[in-house]
């Protein structure tokens, strides 16, 4: 883990499309991503923004506790790789949910979360941009409609966002 993350977000508000660009990462047989569970115990601090249209929406939240931070990345691991192609994204507010685990001064991964819209979540590891991930509820997936991954993320680590984004 030699090389500091650099990370560019495009925050566009309203995106009519979410193209998902095919790179490679390690899954699970259920077709579930496990690039984070290689940070178990290397992420000493995570830090989560919640960025809406053209500004910050909440944050930054730190959190240092090993218990959380195992949480918040088993939740990224439980979510399946996103369906090919590009989606139409008519509900995409423009809000983005970014978690860095970090470690020292070294950024280990970087997490993007469209709350709204397609729910595609980004992922780049020590500094490679993984396969995208969704949290929509498909079918096989394990996700619930009624649980959607923020609130989820708001429960593991006692922040109401989703609040704030129904809000907003």
């Known amino acids: 883990m030699a090389a500091t993350v650099a990370v560019a977000f495009a925050l566009a508000a309203g995106s009519a499309a979410s193209q998902r660009p095919a790179a490679g990462r390690a899954v699970d047989a259920s077709g579930h991503n496990r690039a984070l569970a290689r940070l178990d115990g290397r992420a000493h ?15 930054p939240f730190t959190f240092t506790s090993r218990w959380r931070i195992r949480r918040a ?5 439980a979510l399946p790789s996103a369906p090919p192609g590009a989606f139409a994204c008519p509900m995409d507010r423009g809000y983005r949910l970014r978690l860095t685990f970090s470690s020292g001064q070294r950024q280990l991964a970087v997490v993007t979360i469209d709350p709204g819209g397609c729910q595609d979540v980004s992922l780049i590891l ?9 949290a929509l509820p498909l079918a096989g997936s394990g996700i619930s409609v009624g649980h959607p991954l923020i609130d989820r993320l708001d429960r593991t680590l006692g922040l109401r966002l989703a609040g704030k984004l129904r809000a907003g």
Not at 45 to 59: C, D, N, S
Not at 73 to 77: D, T
């Open 126 to 134: 020590r500094g490679r941009a993984q396969r995208p991930l969704t």
């Open 73 to 77: 990345a088993g939740l990224i691991n």
């Open 45 to 59: 601090r995570l830090t989560v923004v919640l960025i809406g249209p053209g500004r910050v929406g909440a944050g």
